[in-house]
Protein backbone atom coordinates (compact mmCIF):
# COMPACT_ATOMS: atom_id res chain seq x y z
CA UNK A 1 0.00 0.00 0.00
CA UNK A 2 1.32 3.10 -1.12
CA UNK A 3 1.98 6.06 1.47
CA UNK A 4 1.31 9.69 1.72
CA UNK A 5 5.11 10.20 1.24
CA UNK A 6 5.18 7.81 -1.71
CA UNK A 7 2.04 9.57 -3.62
CA UNK A 8 3.52 13.10 -3.06
CA UNK A 9 6.68 11.45 -4.97
CA UNK A 10 5.11 9.92 -7.23
CA UNK A 11 3.58 12.99 -8.17
CA UNK A 12 6.42 14.69 -8.23
CA UNK A 13 7.80 12.75 -10.81
CA UNK A 14 4.68 12.73 -12.56
CA UNK A 15 5.02 16.61 -12.76
CA UNK A 16 8.72 16.76 -13.71
CA UNK A 17 8.27 14.56 -16.75
CA UNK A 18 5.02 16.21 -17.99
CA UNK A 19 6.99 19.91 -17.40
CA UNK A 20 10.10 17.30 -19.83
CA UNK A 21 7.84 16.35 -22.19
CA UNK A 22 6.10 19.71 -22.51
CA UNK A 23 9.40 21.23 -23.57
CA UNK A 24 9.99 18.55 -26.17
CA UNK A 25 6.97 19.18 -27.77
CA UNK A 26 7.42 23.00 -28.21
CA UNK A 27 10.89 23.01 -29.25
CA UNK A 28 11.85 19.46 -30.75
CA UNK A 29 8.94 20.25 -33.66
CA UNK A 30 11.02 24.21 -34.02
CA UNK A 31 14.17 22.56 -34.11
CA UNK A 32 12.73 20.66 -37.29
CA UNK A 33 11.53 23.17 -38.97
CA UNK A 34 14.29 24.94 -38.70
CA UNK A 35 16.60 22.19 -40.16
CA UNK A 36 14.13 21.62 -43.06
CA UNK A 37 14.34 25.77 -43.98
CA UNK A 38 17.36 25.72 -43.38
CA UNK A 39 18.13 23.01 -46.06
CA UNK A 40 15.25 24.53 -48.52
CA UNK A 41 16.88 27.78 -48.38
CA UNK A 42 20.52 26.54 -48.94
CA UNK A 43 19.08 24.44 -51.93
CA UNK A 44 17.40 27.33 -53.78
CA UNK A 45 20.76 29.65 -53.00
CA UNK A 46 22.98 26.89 -54.94
CA UNK A 47 19.84 26.62 -57.99
CA UNK A 48 20.39 30.27 -58.09
CA UNK A 49 24.12 30.25 -58.14
CA UNK A 50 23.67 26.99 -60.63
CA UNK A 51 21.99 29.37 -63.02
CA UNK A 52 23.76 32.17 -62.88
CA UNK A 53 27.03 30.36 -63.30
CA UNK A 54 25.57 29.15 -66.59
CA UNK A 55 23.87 32.89 -67.68
CA UNK A 56 27.46 34.15 -67.47
CA UNK A 57 28.79 30.91 -69.41
CA UNK A 58 26.32 31.76 -72.06
CA UNK A 59 27.31 35.26 -72.40
CA UNK A 60 30.99 34.70 -72.65
CA UNK A 61 30.52 31.62 -75.37
CA UNK A 62 27.26 32.43 -76.90
CA UNK A 63 25.60 28.97 -75.17
CA UNK A 64 24.30 27.37 -72.28
CA UNK A 65 27.13 24.31 -71.27
CA UNK A 66 25.59 21.20 -70.30
CA UNK A 67 28.50 20.51 -68.15
CA UNK A 68 28.26 22.69 -65.58
CA UNK A 69 31.26 22.07 -63.97
CA UNK A 70 33.04 22.91 -66.51
CA UNK A 71 31.10 26.14 -67.17
CA UNK A 72 31.86 27.15 -63.16
CA UNK A 73 35.18 26.47 -64.85
CA UNK A 74 35.34 28.49 -67.06
CA UNK A 75 33.54 31.87 -65.63
CA UNK A 76 35.65 31.50 -62.61
CA UNK A 77 38.57 31.38 -64.88
CA UNK A 78 37.22 34.42 -67.00
CA UNK A 79 36.87 36.48 -63.84
CA UNK A 80 40.33 35.65 -62.04
CA UNK A 81 41.89 36.70 -65.54
CA UNK A 82 39.38 40.26 -65.51
CA UNK A 83 41.02 40.84 -62.27
CA UNK A 84 44.17 40.04 -62.83
CA UNK A 85 44.36 42.13 -66.62
CA UNK A 86 42.42 45.60 -66.67
CA UNK A 87 42.52 44.57 -70.24
CA UNK A 88 41.05 41.42 -70.52
CA UNK A 89 37.86 42.13 -72.47
CA UNK A 90 36.73 41.63 -75.84
CA UNK A 91 36.81 38.53 -77.86
CA UNK A 92 39.53 36.64 -76.22
CA UNK A 93 40.82 32.92 -75.41
CA UNK A 94 40.79 30.93 -72.58
CA UNK A 95 42.86 27.29 -71.92
CA UNK A 96 40.87 24.83 -69.81
CA UNK A 97 41.47 21.17 -69.50
CA UNK A 98 43.72 20.74 -72.44
CA UNK A 99 40.66 22.91 -74.65
CA UNK A 100 40.62 25.98 -76.08
CA UNK A 101 37.35 28.29 -75.82
CA UNK A 102 37.00 31.83 -77.42
CA UNK A 103 35.18 34.23 -75.19
CA UNK A 104 33.86 37.40 -75.47
CA UNK A 105 34.15 39.37 -72.17
CA UNK A 106 32.23 42.36 -71.83
CA UNK A 107 34.27 45.24 -69.55
CA UNK A 108 31.36 45.21 -66.97
CA UNK A 109 31.58 41.64 -66.57
CA UNK A 110 33.98 41.87 -63.39
CA UNK A 111 31.25 44.31 -61.34
CA UNK A 112 28.52 42.01 -62.45
CA UNK A 113 30.12 38.58 -61.39
CA UNK A 114 31.45 40.54 -58.22
CA UNK A 115 27.86 41.74 -57.56
CA UNK A 116 26.07 38.46 -58.46
CA UNK A 117 27.99 36.39 -56.19
CA UNK A 118 28.44 38.98 -53.82
CA UNK A 119 26.36 39.91 -50.14
CA UNK A 120 26.29 43.13 -49.97
CA UNK A 121 27.39 44.97 -47.01
CA UNK A 122 28.07 48.33 -44.99
CA UNK A 123 31.06 49.39 -42.84
CA UNK A 124 31.36 52.70 -41.22
CA UNK A 125 34.00 54.72 -42.13
CA UNK A 126 35.47 57.80 -40.47
CA UNK A 127 36.07 60.07 -43.40
CA UNK A 128 38.98 63.68 -42.47
CA UNK A 129 36.72 66.72 -44.42
CA UNK A 130 37.27 70.47 -43.79
CA UNK A 131 34.10 72.66 -44.32
CA UNK A 132 34.85 76.53 -45.59
CA UNK A 133 33.01 79.49 -45.25
CA UNK A 134 32.96 81.53 -48.32
CA UNK A 135 31.68 84.93 -49.40
CA UNK A 136 30.18 85.48 -52.48
CA UNK A 137 28.22 88.31 -53.88
CA UNK A 138 24.66 87.97 -53.98
CA UNK A 139 22.75 89.80 -56.93
CA UNK A 140 19.52 89.27 -55.35
CA UNK A 141 20.29 90.60 -51.98
CA UNK A 142 22.38 93.34 -53.94
CA UNK A 143 25.60 92.42 -50.81
CA UNK A 144 27.98 89.78 -49.83
CA UNK A 145 26.23 87.28 -48.65
CA UNK A 146 28.50 83.81 -46.51
CA UNK A 147 27.63 79.71 -47.18
CA UNK A 148 29.11 77.03 -46.13
CA UNK A 149 30.80 74.64 -48.63
CA UNK A 150 33.30 71.20 -48.51
CA UNK A 151 36.84 71.93 -49.42
CA UNK A 152 36.81 69.73 -52.26
CA UNK A 153 33.54 72.02 -53.88
CA UNK A 154 35.64 75.25 -54.00
CA UNK A 155 37.07 74.49 -57.17
CA UNK A 156 32.99 75.18 -58.06
CA UNK A 157 32.94 78.56 -56.66
CA UNK A 158 36.04 80.36 -56.98
CA UNK A 159 35.76 80.78 -60.93
CA UNK A 160 32.71 82.04 -60.58
CA UNK A 161 32.61 86.12 -61.09
CA UNK A 162 30.49 86.30 -57.51
CA UNK A 163 33.08 84.47 -55.52
CA UNK A 164 34.61 86.96 -53.35
CA UNK A 165 36.89 84.66 -50.73
CA UNK A 166 37.21 81.94 -48.43
CA UNK A 167 36.19 83.49 -45.03
CA UNK A 168 37.17 80.56 -42.79
CA UNK A 169 38.12 76.60 -42.89
CA UNK A 170 37.40 74.51 -40.20
CA UNK A 171 38.56 70.68 -39.97
CA UNK A 172 35.70 67.84 -40.04
CA UNK A 173 35.40 64.95 -39.15
CA UNK A 174 31.96 62.36 -40.13
CA UNK A 175 31.03 59.11 -40.24
CA UNK A 176 30.22 57.73 -43.32
CA UNK A 177 28.29 54.44 -44.10
CA UNK A 178 30.44 52.62 -47.52
CA UNK A 179 28.29 50.23 -49.56
CA UNK A 180 30.40 47.29 -50.59
CA UNK A 181 30.12 43.63 -51.78
CA UNK A 182 31.80 40.73 -49.93
CA UNK A 183 32.79 38.23 -52.53
CA UNK A 184 32.54 34.64 -52.67
CA UNK A 185 33.87 32.32 -55.83
CA UNK A 186 31.14 29.11 -56.34
CA UNK A 187 32.62 26.16 -56.30
CA UNK A 188 31.61 22.60 -57.26
CA UNK A 189 29.17 22.21 -54.21
CA UNK A 190 26.78 23.77 -55.60
CA UNK A 191 26.61 21.30 -58.15
CA UNK A 192 25.38 19.36 -55.40
CA UNK A 193 21.54 19.66 -53.23
CA UNK A 194 22.84 19.80 -49.56
CA UNK A 195 20.07 17.08 -48.47
CA UNK A 196 20.33 14.24 -51.13
CA UNK A 197 23.74 14.96 -52.15
CA UNK A 198 22.91 14.19 -55.38
CA UNK A 199 23.29 16.60 -58.56
CA UNK A 200 20.74 18.84 -59.63
CA UNK A 201 19.14 18.84 -62.66
CA UNK A 202 20.40 20.82 -65.89
CA UNK A 203 18.15 20.74 -68.54
CA UNK A 204 18.49 22.93 -71.99
CA UNK A 205 15.61 23.47 -74.79
CA UNK A 206 16.21 22.29 -78.25
CA UNK A 207 16.94 25.52 -79.55
CA UNK A 208 19.50 26.25 -76.95
CA UNK A 209 17.81 29.10 -75.96
CA UNK A 210 16.10 28.08 -72.07
CA UNK A 211 17.71 27.12 -69.03
CA UNK A 212 15.89 24.75 -66.24
CA UNK A 213 17.70 24.27 -62.94
CA UNK A 214 15.69 21.63 -60.56
CA UNK A 215 16.05 20.03 -57.57
CA UNK A 216 16.65 16.31 -56.95
CA UNK A 217 14.07 15.37 -54.74
CA UNK A 218 11.51 13.55 -56.75
CA UNK A 219 9.33 12.13 -53.63
CA UNK A 220 8.86 13.72 -50.35
CA UNK A 221 12.17 12.76 -47.56
CA UNK A 222 10.88 11.83 -44.20
CA UNK A 223 13.20 10.38 -41.37
CA UNK A 224 11.93 9.99 -38.18
CA UNK A 225 12.72 12.38 -35.32
CA UNK A 226 12.36 11.41 -31.53
CA UNK A 227 10.01 8.69 -32.29
CA UNK A 228 6.56 10.66 -32.51
CA UNK A 229 8.61 13.23 -34.67
CA UNK A 230 9.44 13.37 -38.36
CA UNK A 231 12.06 15.72 -40.41
CA UNK A 232 9.52 16.22 -43.97
CA UNK A 233 11.34 17.39 -47.25
CA UNK A 234 10.35 17.81 -50.74
CA UNK A 235 11.22 19.23 -53.88
CA UNK A 236 12.71 22.94 -53.36
CA UNK A 237 11.54 23.53 -56.48
CA UNK A 238 13.05 24.55 -59.76
CA UNK A 239 14.37 28.19 -61.86
CA UNK A 240 13.21 28.05 -65.56
CA UNK A 241 14.12 30.94 -67.73
CA UNK A 242 15.07 32.85 -64.55
CA UNK A 243 11.60 32.11 -63.31
CA UNK A 244 11.60 30.91 -59.74
CA UNK A 245 9.30 28.48 -59.03
CA UNK A 246 9.19 29.26 -54.99
CA UNK A 247 8.03 33.09 -55.96
Known amino acids: ?47 QNMYDVETFYSQLTGEYNP ?3 EALSLVN ?10 LFFGEQKIMLFGKEFSVDVTESFS ?22 QIE ?41 AIEYYKTYLPDSSTYFCPLTNKP ?14 SSPIEETIVEPRYLIFAFRAGSHGLIQGGRKSWE
Open 200 to 213: YLLQINNEGSELIV
Open 67 to 69: NYL
Open 1 to 47: MLTKQNKTDLLEIAIIFSMFLLIVVIYVPVAIWEKEAFYERESRHRM
Open 136 to 176: VFSKELGRSDTSFIRKKDLSLYNQNDDFIGVVNEEPLKRVE
Open 111 to 132: FEYDTTFGIKSFRKDTVNDTTL
Open 77 to 86: AARDSTVSDS
